[in-house]
Structures are given as C-alpha cells and as structure tokens.
C-alpha cells in the first residue's frame, strides 16, 4: 500500500458550487420551456420558428446548453475519476471530454442562430 | 434462534463461508432486554473459534461494530426480539478481514488522523482553561458524540471506491467538530485540508452514514455545513 496519498487538488469547492447553480438553471429552463409548450393548443412548426426567432429565447437557450456541458464535465470527470486508475489514461479522457464539449457549444450558437 | 455468521480464518481457509448456529432462546419477557452480543458470546461458548472485537458491551467503545442482517450497527445495543432470522452477521464492509469479524481498521483511523482531530491553538494557555459561551459549546453537541465505531464510514460507497482519498464520514463528522469550536485556530488550514475532489466532495450525500450511526449522529448534515464555510468563505 502507498503510505503517502497527495491530495489537495483545490478545486472541489468550485466545481461542485458550479455544479449546483447549472443544475438550478437548467430546472428553470426546462420548466419554462414544458410551461409554453404545453400552453400551445397545437405544436406546429409556425409555433417553433416563432419562438426560436425571439433573440431571448435563443440566449437562455444557449445559456441552458452551456450549463448542462459544464454540468456533465463535472459529472463525467468524477465518473473517469473513479473507474480509470491511470493518471495519463485519465488526463486523456478529460481532454477528449473538454474538447467534445466545447465542440458541442459551437455547435449549439451555429444551430440556434443559423436559423 | 438461527444465525449464519461469516466465518474466514487466512491461516486455514482458502476462503471465506457462511456457518450456521442455532440457540435456544425463548421469545418471552426474559430475552426482552436480551442483545445481539448475548447472543453472539453464547455461541463462542460453543465454538470458541468464533472471533469478534467487544470490550464495554453497552454502546460505547465501538468495538462490536459489524453487519448485522445487511446493516451496520453493535451488536452489543442491538436488541434480538428486533431482528430476522436467520440472522446474518458479516464483518464491516469494505475493509480487509482479518479473522471472522474483525476487521482490520488502520485504513478508517489513518483518514481519522489525517483530519487532524485535536485542538489547535497556540496561544499561550490561560492559566485555567480556555473558556465557551454556552451557546459556543452547544455547537459541539452531535459532534463530539463519535466513538470512532466505524459503522458509517463502512456503509458509505465513496469510502469503498476510494479509501484512500475519501476522508469518509467519521473523519469529516471529526473535522467539523474542530472547525466549529470557538477555541480552534486552525480553521483556514483545516478547510484548505478538505478543499479537494476527493478528500471531501466525494461525499454524494447518499446518507447512509446517517441511518446506520448507532449514536445518531448526522456526518451528512457535518459535511454540509464544512461546505457552507467553505462557500461563505469563498464568496
């Protein structure tokens, strides 16, 4: 058994601060969005082009998106952190993961405002 | 009464198994106060190769922590009349065995230590004692409490996967003991200590610490409050 663990990492505070206020605004924004669509009597694609026109909706829309990546790199990061024991294996992951997901960002301003 | 206990002995078995008891015990008034230690020395008077820790037999060392029908708990305040038969006895999980159901604690008392958990203060002491408020002294009270059993921090996932990094219950229930008493000076080194993925936010407030803890002690709602200071700190 190793005798001497190093730990201090200093950032768990932060990501799981993070961690909670992106979850409080993803609810607000899924139950914002299930609120006005339910209220629709019919969900046709006049009723989504309308709504994605509006620069609002866009912007928490985006805003949602970047909340769940940071949430799921959170997420994701303490799952590699626990089943892969290799150090290098580990910070390959983490890059892969953060490149994906700022990846996935553009992706989500080209999709919102390409429209 | 019918038991099945773990039984492993490394000088003879390849492996551990499960062995059968039976007693003879009357559910009456009699066996009313009777408890699962009673029980358990009366099967060693039978098979006196059974092994198990026990030293004050009334809940307050620690010592006969151990599984107890899937649960964590002492034997030695677990009343019989209150448990499923056949009762199953298996040693604390997710720590090395080391005959039966004793196991081998030094990883649980090496994250103990690793908190730190005495007071530190380095002034000069008063000529008395370093006096509290009232009101400072009852912050320590569901603190103070732990005997160091193990229970919780042997039920609790996050111990299992990472024993050597989790700090585990117990020991954070310790931390906040210190960081909340008035005397301690060390507040600051002692969050630094817990600022890390592994040492503290491990802790994904599953709870099971709370619902096996034989003192009723809350680590989860500890552990909260060490995060409280910890943002209040920060923001």
């Given at each position: 058994?190793?005798?001497?663990?190093?730990?201090?990492?200093h950032?768990?505070?932060?990501?799981?601060?993070?961690?909670?206020?992106t979850?409080?605004?993803m609810?607000?924004y899924?139950?914002?969005?299930?609120?006005?669509?339910?209220?629709?009597?019919?969900?046709?694609?006049?009723?989504?082009?309308?709504?994605?026109?509006?620069?609002?909706?866009?912007?928490?829309?985006?805003?949602?998106?970047?909340?769940?990546?940071?949430?799921?790199?959170?997420?994701?990061?303490?799952?590699?952190?626990?089943?892969?024991?290799?150090?290098?294996?580990?910070?390959?992951?983490?890059?892969?993961?953060?490149?994906?997901?700022?990846?996935?960002?553009?992706?989500s301003?080209?999709?919102?405002?390409?429209? | 009464?019918?038991?099945?206990?773990?039984?492993?002995?490394?000088?003879?078995?390849?492996?551990?198994?499960?062995?059968?008891?039976?007693?003879?015990?009357?559910?009456?008034?009699?066996?009313?106060?009777?408890?699962?230690?009673?029980?358990?020395?009366?099967?060693k008077?039978?098979?006196?190769?059974?092994?198990?820790?026990?030293?004050?037999?009334?809940?307050?060392?620690?010592?006969?922590?151990?599984?107890?029908?899937?649960?964590?708990?002492?034997?030695?305040?677990?009343?019989?009349?209150?448990?499923?038969?056949?009762?199953?006895?298996?040693?604390?999980?997710?720590?090395?065995?080391?005959?039966?159901?004793?196991?081998?604690?030094?990883?649980?008392?090496?994250?103990?230590?690793?908190?730190?958990?005495?007071?530190?203060?380095?002034?000069?002491?008063?000529?008395?004692?370093?006096?509290?408020?009232p009101?400072?002294?009852?912050?320590?009270?569901?603190?103070?409490?732990?005997?160091?059993?193990?229970?919780?921090?042997?039920?609790?996932?996050?111990?299992?996967?990472?024993?050597?990094?989790?700090?585990?219950?117990?020991?954070?229930?310790?931390?906040?003991?210190?960081?909340?008493?008035?005397?301690?000076?060390?507040?600051?080194?002692?969050?630094?200590?817990?600022?890390?993925?592994?040492?503290?936010?491990?802790?994904?407030?599953?709870?099971?610490?709370?619902?096996?803890?034989?003192?009723?002690?809350?680590?989860?709602?500890?552990?909260?409050?060490?995060?409280?200071?910890?943002?209040?700190?920060?923001?």
């Amino acid at each position: 058994m190793v005798s001497r663990v190093v730990v201090g990492a200093h950032y768990g505070l932060r990501d799981w601060l993070i961690q909670r206020i992106t979850a409080v605004l993803m609810v607000l924004y899924i139950f914002a969005m299930t609120g006005y669509l339910l209220m629709q009597p019919v969900l046709g694609y006049d009723v989504w082009t309308a709504l994605f026109s509006s620069l609002v909706v866009r912007t928490f829309t985006l805003l949602f998106l970047l909340a769940l990546f940071y949430h799921a790199w959170v997420g994701v990061r303490d799952i590699v952190m626990d089943y892969v024991n290799s150090a290098a294996i580990r910070l390959v992951i983490h890059v892969l993961v953060i490149l994906a997901l700022i990846i996935y960002s553009i992706w989500s301003v080209e999709i919102l405002w390409g429209m | 009464m019918k038991f099945r206990i773990y039984r492993y002995n490394p000088d003879t078995d390849t492996a551990p198994y499960m062995q059968d008891y039976e007693l003879e015990i009357r559910h009456d008034d009699s066996t009313q106060g009777k408890m699962l230690l009673d029980a358990l020395l009366m099967i060693k008077q039978q098979d006196d190769s059974l092994s198990l820790r026990k030293s004050c037999r009334e809940g307050v060392c620690g010592s006969d922590a151990m599984n107890i029908n899937g649960r964590n708990g002492l034997a030695c305040i677990t009343p019989l009349h209150t448990l499923k038969e056949p009762v199953e006895l298996r040693p604390l999980p997710g720590l090395p065995v080391i005959r039966d159901l004793i196991v081998d604690m030094t990883q649980f008392f090496k994250q103990y230590h690793s908190v730190k958990p005495y007071l530190i203060n380095n002034e000069p002491p008063p000529e008395t004692e370093r006096l509290q408020s009232p009101e400072q002294r009852a912050h320590l009270n569901g603190l103070y409490e732990c005997i160091l059993c193990g229970c919780c921090t042997t039920s609790c996932p996050s111990f299992w996967w990472n024993p050597d990094k989790f700090v585990g219950p117990a020991g954070l229930l310790q931390a906040y003991r210190f960081v909340a008493d008035t005397r301690d000076q060390a507040t600051s080194e002692r969050l630094d200590d817990l600022e890390d993925p592994y040492r503290l936010f491990r802790c994904h407030t599953i709870m099971n610490c709370v619902d096996v803890c034989p003192k009723e002690l809350n680590p989860t709602e500890a552990i909260g409050k060490i995060k409280d200071m910890m943002v209040k700190r920060m923001v």
